[in-house]
């Protein structure tokens, strides 16, 4: 007994992918609301299992990130105290600092900025730079 889709196709009729995959849905036994059912579900099963996999893959990242940080804390030297200094009979006055004019002032400032945000792991809209002095 030959099946609707091999008489149409010893018939020499020309047929489209979507011809095909009807043929092929008509002659399962399942209907299709189950088959539209099943369909979405796999689908819908596998983002919720990418979603998770993400997820869990972030968290672990941002543990180990974390715990290298304070390795890196715990390992880095502990500032040594500024060595006391004599008091002298009369200070000297501290010399003003050269002022340079900055062509592009905001293209350095979003370059300090960018800098420093990377450093510290934020985002550039997370940090706020109240002043940025030149040291020599």
């Known amino acids: 007994m030959k099946t609707h889709m091999q008489e149409k196709l010893q018939e020499g009729k020309m047929l489209t992918n979507m011809s095909l995959w009807a043929m092929a849905a008509a002659t399962t036994d399942l209907p299709f609301p189950t088959v539209f059912v099943l369909g979405f579900g796999t689908v819908f099963v596998g983002l ?22 304070a390795k890196a804390a715990t390992a880095a030297p502990a500032p040594q105290a500024a060595a006391p200094v004599a008091a002298a009979a009369e200070p000297e006055p501290a010399p003003e600092p050269a002022v340079e004019e900055i062509e592009d002032r905001e293209s350095m400032v979003a370059a300090i900025s960018a800098a420093i945000a990377t450093v510290m792991g934020e985002d550039v809209s997370g940090i706020r730079i109240l002043s940025i002095t030149r040291i020599d």
């Open 48 to 69: 919720l299992a990418l979603i998770l996999i993400i997820t869990l893959l972030g968290k672990i990242l941002k543990g180990t990130n974390a715990k290298e940080a």
